[in-house]
Nanobody, 129 residues
Framework: QEQLVASGGGSVQAGGSLRLSCAPA???????MGWFRQAPGKEREVVAI???????RYGDSLEGRFAISQDTSKSTLYLQMNSVKPEDTAMYYC????????????????????????WGNGTLVTITS
């Protein structure tokens, strides 16, 4: 059931930057939020996770280019994407789940079917070469 709204997707040339947003992001203790992506013909993968304490974890090889953050005053989750590559092309989704043990627990749990409680609508990112 969609309860989050993701935005900010679009078409960007390789090497460029893009910032995705997701709202509302209710930072209730024990909840984590994350960005996920799914490319055509591929399985969904974790991009980045952030817990209510601000700890983060990234998918393989994405830390350093991508940064997840949250603005509690705006109840918004962000994903800053830098130095983007054609292989970053995918539908990007935000999601929230209850993982009181923190970011590592959330990261592993998010990979399971039904592992996240709320999902956004998805925003398409296309990277051109």
């Amino acid at each position: 059931q969609e309860q989050l709204v993701a935005s900010g997707g679009g078409s960007v040339q390789a090497g460029g930057s893009l910032r995705l947003s997701c709202a509302p992001a209710g930072y209730v203790d024990g909840y984590c939020m994350g960005w996920f992506r799914q490319a055509p013909g591929k399985e969904r993968e974790v991009v980045a996770i952030i817990d209510s304490g601000g700890s983060t974890r990234y998918g393989d090889s994405l830390e350093g280019r991508f940064a997840i953050s949250q603005d509690t005053s705006k109840s918004t989750l962000y994903l800053q994407m830098n130095s983007v590559k054609p292989e970053d092309t995918a539908m990007y989704y935000c999601a929230a789940g209850f993982y009181p043990l923190g970011v590592a627990d959330c990261y592993s749990g998010s990979l399971e079917d039904g592992g996240m409680d709320y999902w956004g609508n998805g925003t398409l990112v296309t990277i051109t070469s």
